[in-house]
């Protein structure tokens, strides 16, 4: 499973898997997020961008796309990433200040 994403900077392809979502670009792998199925809830542990590639949207692209994810298969979304959670807080119009940490690097 594939869809295409245009980040802030950069175009995104991001892979489904059964346990992750990888962003790629162009064909290297530039971010991951893992999450784990606990009955009908997603529960997100991290999140990674590899290194160079900060700041460049595709943390969020991932949360977001495992968000969609979640709906499309009407699971809740439990972000124990501290990342994860802010972008799905701030989604949703709450105002939170950055993670602190969270956003792992690789």
């Known amino acids: 499973n594939q869809q295409k994403i245009k980040s ?4 995104l392809t991001i892979k489904t898997n059964a ?3 990888q962003a790629f670009e162009n064909e290297t792998q530039v971010g991951q997020l893992d999450f784990e199925i606990d009955g009908r809830t997603m529960v997100i542990p ?3 961008v590899f290194d160079g590639n900060e700041g460049k949207g595709i943390g969020k692209a991932l949360v977001k796309a495992a968000v ?10 439990n972000p124990v990433c501290t990342f994860a959670k802010a972008v799905i807080d701030r989604q949703n119009g709450k105002e939170v200040p950055p993670p602190s940490c969270g956003l792992r690097r690789k």
Not at 8 to 11: D, F, G, H, R, V
Not at 70 to 77: K, M
């Open 19 to 21: 346990d992750n979502f």
């Open 68 to 77: 969609a994810y979640a709906e499309a298969h009407q699971l809740t979304v």
């Open 46 to 48: 991290h999140t990674v």
């Open 8 to 11: 802030m900077e950069t175009k």
